[in-house]
């Protein structure tokens, strides 16, 4: 059976993914806009959730409400140690293993395909989705409005919902009931991935917040998708599988 781990505090404990992720076909390291060609939904219909009515507009430029955010990203970036920036760096292009802490150190290498390759399907969903609503708001992102905040390689993409924050809540619920006993330190996984992103000024707290939002909508919409119960389930049956080794 598999050995219930401890699990680290994803705060205070820099996660680097693995190599061996590299050759998985869909790649869970999303960042960014998707090229035409990527936008492909594997169970989410198009459109689906409609950010608009589900999201408020992020705060509006100039108002008290944006400065007092903006406020807190200062603080936050500005009390960011080089431990954090280096565990917010490695998460750029964060990926499942990024979750092995919380789910145990047998997260092995093609010891799960179906498992892997359902997940990035998941990703990749949540990734369109969450595109979609960046363009909706166009919200610029911190460090456009306040240059002193950029560093290393900035992204050209919008800022509100995060999509790190929305793609890292989308695959930790799944993974959550994937693995139940787990499931604890699975979720606080994946509100850190969202919150490290305050840390080096990429996102600003509301950014962080929606994401966790739509991105339960978005599991919700994909519980919806007969394809998506079916590729559950037999990633289910996969892990039982395993366990039984």
């Not at 799960?112 to 992102?141: C, G, H, M, N």
């Not at 240059?147 to 959550?176: D, I, M, Q, R």
């Amino acid at each position: 059976m598999f050995p219930v781990p401890s699990v680290p505090t994803p705060a205070v404990q820099p996660r680097r993914a693995p190599l061996w992720l590299a050759g998985l076909i869909l790649s869970l390291a999303l960042a960014g806009p998707l090229s035409a060609a990527e936008k492909v939904l594997s169970y989410l219909k198009e459109g689906q959730p409609d950010a608009a009515l589900l999201l408020p507009p992020p705060p509006a430029s100039g108002s008290p409400e944006q400065a007092a955010d903006m406020a807190s990203v200062v603080a936050v970036s500005r009390a960011c140690t080089t431990n954090e920036t280096e565990i917010a760096a490695g998460e750029k292009k964060f990926s499942m293993a990024t979750f092995g802490p919380a789910i145990g150190a047998w997260w092995q290498a093609g010891k799960l395909p179906k498992t892997e390759a359902f997940l990035a399907r998941v990703q990749k969903d949540a990734a369109i989705a969450t595109d979609s609503a960046k363009e909706l708001f166009q919200r610029p992102r911190p460090f456009t409005v306040d240059p002193s905040l950029a560093s290393g390689k900035l992204e050209k993409s919008f800022s509100y919902p995060s999509g790190h924050s929305t793609e890292g809540t989308v695959v930790a619920l799944v993974l959550a009931e994937l693995f139940p006993a787990q499931r604890d330190g699975i979720l606080a996984v994946g509100r850190g991935i969202g919150w490290h992103r305050v840390w080096i000024a990429r996102h600003y707290p509301t950014d962080i917040h929606a994401g966790r939002v739509y991105a339960q909508a978005i599991v919700r919409a994909l519980k919806a998708s007969d394809r998506f119960r079916e590729d559950f389930a037999a990633a289910k049956a996969e892990i039982a599988a395993a366990a039984k080794e």
